[in-house]
């Protein structure tokens, strides 16, 4: 007699490990009938449940399905239902199960641009969202007087070969900005240090850190020449705690506070005020470019009472994943090269910032992410978080009552076709939580689904090694406990959550769960 496997796809995600394969770019793992043909496809007809959060990395994923006028690539002719767990972009034909509760008005981008004044953004692609939309509050259309300069991050397969990526082609443009007088307010942002920092490999991040270094003095002595005052600051920490307590490298986010420097000689010997956060940059901003603060912003100046009060050009400089920590242990930070940052620290009016947790409207202990840092960075207010608000819904009951999953769950018992359902699997992604897929496991067998099917992402940022597989046993698990529901697939968040247009990765995935490509894995030992 064949002995089944009793959890295949974790031991299958195992043996990519034993393979050389790791969370973040395992390729397509498709479960099989006895047959050999792949079983809980995505076909015409059948629901689909996206239970991600963030959203700006699950646009063109759920594109691929919904989009009446497509032309990335080839797509079967179905008709698929799609609810999404929150808003990824307004224009998607989808069921939202927790829209958008409010506008987030007058931001900072809002007051500057409402005064007649210019504003730029610059960055590259990798990061473009964040100062893009994020840093305006959600908002996908910029304000008037507000432009961005977008430079193309290299198009390699692994950022840790080029860890310097176009933070000196950011740098340049930046300085460029500089030179036009009309521009008012100048925010750049560098991103190496948070995305080089999500990958295990040290020398490429500590050449991350130094490269930002460098850069943030290209612009800064810039700033100076023009006369435009700088600060400098970051939207959460990443590789100033590289490493787990016991030696094991932890490439996630960080609850770590983050730097916060004002280089203006009219502040030169003036203290900052302590105990701030992310809420504060934008009135401190908006005090340096003698604007109102809105009613809006409950979060305070970090000038010192009496500051000298005068209009001048602000360039802001976030360095993102720049996180502060004293502890030398597994600090990158302290460890890489950066004389700027330790000379602007020791001239320039420096404070501390909380950039975490529920300073940022994160769950309290939790860490903080590139979405949740701009959106406070340029909100100036403290904003309850998707996470928080779908939290509190499992918590209260209203979770299992939600229109848009009712609507997906019924659809598919009524119409005799499958409920699928889809996203990242982690205790605690930016993301979405393996929590709130076994919350959607729970509502389907309350509401008599006959036919469920789970399909994985997984990505260890922040996560032990080799914890994807555990995720995979424990949704594996879940299902078997309830008598409900199949793992049918897994693969890594690399090719699923685009958000660069990369539509070669885009198709990958869509042809992992609408025809099964992938690696085979049976139950049969």
């Known amino acids: 007699m064949t002995e089944l496997k009793r959890y295949p796809m974790a031991e299958a995600v195992r043996a990519a490990y034993r393979a050389g394969e790791e969370d973040e770019a395992m390729e397509p793992v498709v479960r099989v009938d006895g047959n050999g043909q792949p079983v809980g496809r995505v076909g015409d007809g059948d629901y689909v449940i996206f239970y991600d959060i963030r959203g700006e990395r699950e646009i063109e994923l759920t594109a691929a399905f919904v989009a009446q006028d497509f032309s990335h690539f080839p797509r079967q002719p179905i008709q698929v239902h799609f609810a999404i767990m929150i808003e990824y972009a307004s224009d998607l034909p989808v069921q939202v199960a927790f829209p958008p509760t409010r506008d987030i008005r007058n931001t900072l981008s809002e007051v500057v641009s409402a005064h007649g004044l210019r504003q730029v953004k610059i960055t590259e692609s ?42 000196e082609q950011v740098a340049k443009a930046t300085v460029q900005a500089l030179k036009d007088p009309e521009r008012d307010l100048i925010v750049v942002n560098f991103v190496n240090v948070d995305v080089v920092g999500h990958i295990e490999d040290r020398k490429a991040i500590l050449r991350a850190v130094s490269e930002v270094d460098r850069c943030i003095g290209e612009v800064v002595a810039a700033a100076q020449a023009h006369g435009v005052a700088t600060v400098v600051t970051a939207d959460h920490g990443t590789v100033e705690r590289w490493l787990y307590p016991e030696g094991t490298v932890d490439t996630g986010h960080t609850d770590s506070p983050v730097s ?12 900052l005020h302590d105990g701030g956060a992310l809420t504060d940059v934008a009135p401190t901003l908006l005090q340096l470019l003698d604007l109102p603060q809105p009613e809006e912003m ?17 360039l802001l400089v976030i360095a993102d994943g720049w996180g502060t920590r004293d502890d030398s242990w597994g600090n990158l930070i302290l460890e890489a090269d950066t004389p700027v940052m330790d000379r602007l620290h020791r001239e320039w009016p420096t404070t501390r910032l909380q950039a975490a947790g529920e300073a940022v409207g994160m769950p309290a202990g939790t860490v903080g992410n590139s979405e ?27 979770f299992f009552t939600n229109d848009a999953f009712q609507w997906a769950m019924q659809g598919a018992k009524r119409d005799g076709t499958r409920l699928h359902l889809l996203g ?13 897929l076994e919350a959607l496991l729970e509502m389907a067998k309350r509401e008599e689904v006959p036919e469920v099917y789970v399909h994985s992402m997984l990505g260890r940022r922040g996560e032990r090694p080799e914890a994807g597989a555990q995720y995979i046993e424990d949704a594996e698990r879940k299902t078997e406990q309830l008598g409900l529901g199949l793992v049918a ?8 959550l685009d958000r660069e247009e990369n539509w070669d990765r885009i198709e990958k995935t869509y042809r992992w769960l609408v025809e099964g490509q992938g ?4 139950a049969a030992s």
């Open 126 to 167: 990798e990061k473009a969202i964040h100062v893009r939309y994020f840093l305006n509050g959600k908002r996908e259309e910029p304000f008037p007087g507000e432009s961005h300069v977008v430079i193309p991050s290299p198009e390699v397969g692994n950022y840790a070969e080029v860890p310097e990526m176009s933070a």
């Open 260 to 271: 916060f420097i004002v280089v203006d000689p009219a502040m030169q010997d003036l203290a």
């Open 298 to 314: 409950t979060g305070s100046s970090l000038l010192p009472d009496g500051a000298p009060g005068q209009r001048r050009r602000v």
């Open 372 to 398: 949740a840092g701009h959106l406070h960075i340029g909100a100036g207010r403290r904003i309850l978080s998707d996470r928080v608000r779908i939290d509190q819904s499992i918590a209260d009951g209203s």
């Open 424 to 436: 990242i699997v982690s205790f605690y992604s930016s993301h979405g939580s393996v929590a709130h």
């Open 489 to 496: 697939s897994v693969i890594g968040r690399f090719w699923s």
């Open 519 to 522: 690696r085979h894995v049976s």
